[in-house]
């Protein structure tokens, strides 16, 4: 039986930024950053990339993934959700192994990951016995109090939020947002999703990510902040 396999879904295809899963931070392409913190997190007992791309593939195996297959072309359009895909390699495991404790899902466009969160979140699956762990973060300027529709030109608090929302930061509850980067589930929900949810289960926990580590890239702006902040983060580390 195998543990924690972590699973790296990395697509060649990318709307937003061209060539997404290849572009580089702090020297090294975006595929190359959750295979390290994988192969350096001490609860993963495989690294997995599922590609459809021949150029990710060979970069994923430079940098030590397993690419047992190619992910079939219908599972890399822009239309099919990243949790097929994470279901089909859940199936090809099953099928080589037999049984599996987790599937941990790491994306790509979440470079700031540290192998200790994953660590965490595999270590809160076990010990909780939960469906899933996901990675939150703590929403701030974007919070549900905050938000507003268009009627006509009419601006209109938006309908699922109370209309007694308090001004002040400091007196609004604390709200979270998915970082996108870490999914730990249990094999069962994954290969039972019917492209209906997040495929999390019933029971589901949460790892808190810090702002810095849960910046995720889906736009050329949120590829030069990334840029700008690990190139910050590499000047304070010298300095010290």
Request: one cysteine or more; glycine letters at 6%; aromatic letters at 6%.
């Amino acid at each position: 039986m195998t543990g924690a396999v972590a699973v790296i879904p990395a697509r060649g295809g990318s709307k937003g930024i061209p060539r997404k899963n290849l572009q580089e931070i702090g020297g090294k392409p975006l595929v190359a950053h959750p295979i390290e913190n994988a192969l350096n997190a001490e609860t993963i007992d495989r690294t997995i990339l599922t590609t459809d791309d021949d150029q990710i593939a060979t970069i994923g195996k430079k940098y030590g993934a397993e690419v047992p297959f190619m992910r079939p072309p219908e599972l890399a359009t822009d239309d099919v959700p990243v949790i097929a895909a994470l279901q089909h390699c859940l199936r090809y495991l099953l099928n080589e192994c037999g049984d599996l404790d987790y599937i941990v899902a790491l994306q790509p466009t979440c470079p700031f990951t540290l192998p200790s969160d994953i660590d965490e979140a595999v270590t809160m699956a076990r010990d909780c016995n939960c469906d899933s762990v996901v990675s939150i973060a703590k929403i701030t300027d974007t919070h549900p109090y905050r938000t507003y529709m268009l009627d006509g030109d009419q601006l209109v608090p938006f309908k699922d939020v109370t209309v007694d929302r308090p001004l002040q930061r400091q007196n609004r509850p604390d709200v979270y947002g998915l970082t996108g980067a870490i999914f730990v589930r249990r094999p069962a929900v994954l290969d039972s999703w019917v492209n209906e949810d997040f495929a999390l289960g019933e029971d589901v926990r949460a790892i808190v990510q810090p702002e810095e580590r849960a910046l995720d890239i889906d736009t050329l702006f949120e590829l030069k902040t990334a840029r700008a902040l690990y190139k910050f983060n590499a000047s304070n580390e010298n300095k010290n």
